[in-house]
């Protein structure tokens, strides 16, 4: 079992729509998670994190279930701007440090 | 404030030849990381960094790859003798305190590399 897991997508929404992401992680010992963006050929950039007792920013709400491992990112109104791989984060106790493990990401394209 | 510089953006090299990756961490950051992207595939950890330290390498091949972050000047990864399956986005981040107080990392643009 891979350690994060995404559903690759893609998923293509039209404008305004409300669309949900899940991730699930494999390691119980997992501390923190969040969310990263990566445009297309750019580099990821931090979202949001996600709390235990879920979190919102704006139009994007964050939701952590530990005793199923999973996480959900929650887009609503999705914008064209919207469109991009969205990277579930997971950070966990490694070799000699704290390591960030990246799920391979969900495509996200917002349709006019 | 600038933020995390890597160069070159690109660079092809032949088989056999060694390529050699450039990251500047944002001004007041003392922590790298590497990570490594093929095409479709998501990042993966390499290696982390403090200045003359190397924290964690669990990530490297155990050939042919090394990393560097010294006194003075930027961190570098260096690849010898490099094959076709080396043809990725290597990614440069760094933070200004380890992963563990923070999931924030700032990436830079990265370094494509392709072998011929």
């Known amino acids: 079992r891979k350690e994060v897991e995404q559903d690759p997508g893609p998923f293509n929404v039209p404008e305004g729509a409300t669309v949900a992401f899940n991730c699930t992680y494999s390691?119980?010992?997992?501390?923190?998670f969040f969310w990263y963006r990566q445009d297309c050929r750019k580099e990821p950039k931090l979202l949001m994190s996600?709390?235990?007792s879920g979190n919102e920013d704006g139009r994007f709400t964050a939701q952590l279930n530990r005793a199923s491992q999973y996480i959900s990112l929650l887009i609503r109104d999705s914008k064209l701007s919207d469109s991009a791989t969205y990277l579930c984060v997971v950070i966990h106790s490694g070799a000699g440090s704290y390591q960030l493990t990246f799920g391979k990401g969900t495509k996200l394209s917002v349709i006019p | 404030n600038a933020g995390v510089m890597q160069n070159p953006r690109h660079l092809v090299r032949r088989r056999g030849q060694e390529a050699r990756l450039r990251c500047s961490p944002m001004?007041?950051?003392?922590?790298v990381y590497w990570y490594r992207q093929l095409p479709e595939e998501g990042l993966k950890f390499m290696v982390y960094?403090?200045?003359?330290?190397?924290?964690?390498e669990s990530g490297m091949p155990k050939e042919r790859f090394s990393a560097e972050f010294p006194k003075e000047g930027p961190s570098i990864l260096r690849i010898q003798q490099v094959v076709r399956g080396d043809s990725a986005a290597y990614f440069c981040?760094?933070?200004?305190?380890?992963?563990?107080?923070?999931?924030?990392?700032?990436f830079g643009e990265g370094s494509r590399l392709t072998v011929l």
């Open positions: 960094l403090q200045k003359e330290n190397i924290i964690d």
């Open positions: 981040a760094s933070s200004p305190y380890g992963t563990q107080n923070t999931g924030e990392l700032f």
């Open positions: 390691n119980s010992a997992s501390q923190s």
């Open positions: 001004k007041g950051h003392s922590h």
């Open positions: 996600v709390y235990s």
